[in-house]
T-cell receptor, first 115, second 112 residues
């Protein structure tokens, strides 16, 4: 079965640079979620989109922005990167995303290293 | 403040025995709970879920129990297999909110 696809899988950037992470949800899933997992930490919710509209917002820095496109894929744009942004970034998708009882399926993650 | 707590950072079990992973939560608005399994360098893999209207859900070797009054849930794996060795995350969501709140995970090691 098709899973959530994330690209790139690994990314190395320098401080103050920008990065764009991409997420392709499971076919027919209409909701996308972004999470950040620092070393030894649990995943922290950043932002989610349902039917191309932002549905929830978590601890996403103002330097980050995201959107969901008409084909339901999503991109997380990160600017003015800082050393502390080094983390695993997971995307998850679900079918329906407003009721709070949908199972989220996670992608393999993008490992971002900021030097 | 950690709203979902997994107080055991690690657990070691012998193959064939039962593994019990515990999770406590503080937010009474949580009404949907999930367990994910995670291998290094991979994304969390969904295992099993339970809604607050139930107290038990079973899927093969995996059973999740929910005690709402104690705000506690547990994942039972029986029999445990070496391939079950991974980090297990408990997660919760509240009605009307799509976000998941995760615990810090428990590393399960199943030895042959």
């Amino acid at each position: 079965a098709a899973g959530v696809i994330q690209s790139p899988r690994h990314l190395i950037k320098e401080k103050r640079e920008t990065a764009t992470l991409k997420c392709y949800p499971i076919p027919r899933h209409d909701t996308v979620y972004w999470y950040q997992q620092g070393p030894g930490q649990d995943p922290q919710f950043l932002i989610s989109f349902y039917e191309k509209m932002q549905s929830d917002k978590g601890s996403i820095p103002d330097r980050f922005s995201a959107q969901q496109f008409s084909d339901y894929h999503s991109e997380l744009n990160m600017s003015s990167l800082e050393l502390g942004d080094s983390a695993l970034y997971f995307c998850a998708s679900s079918l329906g995303g407003l009721a709070g009882a949908e199972t989220q399926y996670f992608g393999p993650g993008t490992r971002l290293l900021v030097l | 403040d950690q709203q979902v707590k997994q107080n055991s950072p690690s657990l070691s079990v012998q193959e064939g025995r039962i593994s019990i992973l515990n999770c406590d939560y503080t937010n009474s608005m949580f009404d949907y709970f999930l367990w994910y399994k995670k291998y290094p360098a991979e994304g969390p893999t969904f295992l099993i879920s339970i809604s607050s209207i139930k107290d038990k859900n079973e899927d093969g070797r995996f059973t999740v129990f929910l005690n709402k009054s104690a705000k506690h849930l547990s994942l039972h794996i029986v029999p445990s297999q070496p391939g079950d060795s991974a980090v297990y995350f408990c997660a919760a969501s509240a009605l009307g909110y799509s976000t998941l709140t995760f615990g810090k995970g428990t590393m399960l090691l199943v030895s042959p």
